[in-house]
């Protein structure tokens, strides 16, 4: 089933203690994490979202895997990061509880999309590396330091030509 973004809990007519279970197909939108863009590999995910109806409302589970590509953050390569997705909410009609109301659920409305992102976002490392063990690049000549040969990257120490004088201040 494709997804344009929200499903109609009400259109599912569950009693309390049915439950129904939806594939969708979720697009999933580029993800801007410190001025860089992480995209979603394809065209969308296969998503699963299990529905079970309450007293007063419903239970809700989203699962699905994504790949995103992006940038290192530390040698700016390409890195690759593939997440799992398993999400729950809760959305019971007519409590004051926030814990007990979803923000995704609107009018028996559903914001799977939005859900899903949201859901991604929460599980894309803060720093998304090519590798653990990422060096970076070299402060002198901004090269990956990853792949180079030990000593490689021992550059003179001279300074910034520009900050010269400051080397004959005097401070007491």
Request: glycine content about 10%; aromatic content about 2%; hydrophobic content about 35%.
């Amino acid at each position: 089933m494709d997804v344009g973004g929200t499903v109609d809990l009400n259109r599912l007519a569950l009693s309390s203690g049915e439950a129904r279970r939806l594939d969708l197909r979720i697009a999933l939108a580029p993800i801007e994490l410190g001025g860089q863009s992480y995209r979603p590999e394809g065209d969308g995910v296969d998503a699963v979202l299990d529905v079970n109806g309450t007293t007063t409302g419903y239970a809700l589970r989203l699962r699905f895997e994504a790949v995103l590509d992006g940038p290192c953050v530390r040698c700016l390569t390409d890195s690759r990061h593939e997440i799992a997705i398993d999400a729950r909410e809760v959305d019971q009609a007519g409590t004051r509880d926030e814990e007990l109301r979803s923000p995704y659920v609107s009018e028996g409305q559903l914001a799977a999309a939005r859900w899903a992102m949201d859901a991604v976002v929460l599980e894309l490392p803060a720093q998304p590396l090519c590798r653990e063990d990422c060096k970076g690049l070299c402060p002198e000549c901004g090269e990956s330091l990853n792949d180079a040969p030990e000593g490689a990257h021992d550059h003179p120490r001279g300074g910034d030509p520009r900050m010269a004088k400051l080397k004959d201040l005097k401070l007491e």
